[in-house]
């Protein structure tokens, strides 16, 4: 069952919190509150909350806690959950190669404990939205995106699920197995029949669709251009891997005669309704062209470095003016699967280039929240903490052993180890309350999680 929203007449108060707004200012209250009305944030501002406010269900007294607004997920592959710590240290390609034959056994329900797994880790680390590529559909595999999506209601998590797809083989000059690939034909009619059955395009939204062939070297050329046309025609957003190794960039010069940024724009993949995972091997051209078209980039620092794939360049391109989030990626290269540990990683390594100023706290703290937010095309309905906005927020309790004496509270989030979560609200629901998920049973989750870990790992190549 889907997580409802709560009554509309319904007000939530949070006070005397440390407030990170995130609005086109930076405003920050150091003692301040945030009232939630429904699913919406009412107001927030300095001091205590107004004092006629009725129909207050739930005080929060937030002395010792950061508020920021919940974080925003832009790339990640939830069925990983039940593959984690396999083929630990290897490039990309090799990796891929080593987990393909693995994923083409998933099936619905191995998905759906999968998916529950990645979205209670996304969730527990401050994560309201996410969004996830989903491109292995074997032949027997059942209803995969149904189960997905199923098993992120059932938690309460907003959700950009992504119709992926794979139709190069390695027939084809791709990298995945014959036998991991679906008919492009059989492609596009899935996906317009995804956007058809499930995408939700009004401002409260909890469940969209984007479309999201898998990667340059896993589909073909009239699937990207046929996927492009198709997302316009239905009017939902795009996604794929792109420039996310050197391998990659050399396969697109040999088979493509171009660099994977000239070979997307060559397809009609530049846009403001496009954004890309990685993008680490980009120059100078390629993110000036993503900052002319508004392309959006997801920025995954943590599976970047488990795959030695090397390190985007952020600061460039937010100078350049490309939209930029942060996304876990599969926890099949990001075992920890947590959000809220990308804000400092993503600062720590962008430092690597040798500038201390390369990605600031705040910075680090945009990107996760409105950065996302903006390449998921949802900047105006959430990402910052506005009068209007839903009511996606994160109380990190920065007051305990760990945070208690660093001076700047988003500082303790963001160079800080990841603060106890206190409260998750998603559209105005409580979804974790101490730490722990409220709608689902994590133990049992965690349970699921290991059997069909176990399972899939036990069935026949
Ligand atoms: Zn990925």
């Not at 009412?42 to 010792?64: K, Q, T």
Request: glycine share 10%; charged share 20%; hydrophobic share 45%.
């Amino acid at each position: 069952m889907a997580v409802q929203p709560p009554p509309a007449d319904q007000r939530i108060v949070i006070e005397n919190a440390a407030i990170a707004t995130v609005d086109a200012h930076d405003t920050e209250y150091a003692r301040g509150h945030v009232v939630i009305l429904g699913n919406r944030i009412e107001s927030v501002g300095n001091g205590p909350a107004p004092a006629w406010l009725d129909n207050v269900v739930r005080r929060i007294n937030a002395e010792g806690h950061l508020v920021t607004p919940g974080l925003v997920n832009t790339h990640h592959h939830f069925y990983q959950w039940i593959t984690r710590g396999l083929a630990q240290d290897n490039i990309l390609f090799d990796w891929l190669v080593a987990l393909y034959p693995t994923w083409a056994r998933i099936d619905d329900r191995l998905v759906h404990a999968a998916a529950q797994g990645s979205a209670a880790a996304l969730l527990k680390s401050g994560c309201t939205t996410a969004s996830d590529h989903h491109y292995v559909f074997p032949k027997d595999g059942g209803d995969i995106l149904g189960a997905e999506i199923e098993a992120v209601q059932e938690l309460g998590l907003r959700f950009t699920a992504l119709r992926g797809s794979m139709d190069r083989s390695k027939k084809d000059g791709g990298l995945p197995p014959d036998h991991a690939v679906e008919e492009l034909d059989a492609i596009l009619t899935a996906s317009e029949e995804a956007v058809d059955r499930y995408h939700d395009a009004s401002a409260d939204s909890m469940l969209q669709i984007a479309l999201a062939p898998c990667s340059p070297f896993s589909v073909s050329t009239r699937l990207l251009r046929e996927s492009a046309e198709l997302a316009r025609r239905k009017g939902v957003r795009l996604h794929t891997h792109g420039s996310e190794t050197a391998e990659e960039e050399a396969f697109c010069k040999e088979l493509f005669g171009m660099g994977p940024t000239d070979y997307f724009e060559s397809v009609g993949w530049l846009g403001e309704d496009v954004w890309m995972a990685h993008c680490v091997h980009m120059n100078d051209s390629d993110i000036a062209k993503f900052a002319e078209t508004g392309t959006g980039v997801a920025h995954c620092p943590s599976s970047n470095a488990r795959l030695a794939a090397g390190i985007a360049r952020v600061p460039d391109m937010l100078a350049a003016g490309v939209p930029v989030g942060l996304g876990v990626d599969g926890t099949a290269s990001n075992e920890s699967g947590e959000l809220g540990t990308e804000l400092r990683n993503a600062l720590l390594i962008n430092r690597l280039h040798g500038t201390p100023t390369a990605l600031t706290a705040r910075q680090a703290l945009r990107l996760g929240t409105m950065g996302g937010a903006r390449v998921l095309g949802r900047h105006n309905e959430i990402g910052s903490i506005e009068a209007g906005k839903l009511a996606d927020l994160a109380l990190w309790k920065v007051d305990g052993i760990m945070h208690s004496s660093i001076a700047d509270p988003v500082a303790a989030l963001a160079l800080g180890a990841l603060p106890p979560l206190a409260v998750l609200f998603v559209n105005g629901n409580a979804v974790v309350e101490n730490g722990r998920l409220t709608t689902v049973n994590e133990d049992r989750i965690a349970q699921a999680c290991a059997r069909a870990a176990k399972e899939l790992a036990a069935r026949p190549i």
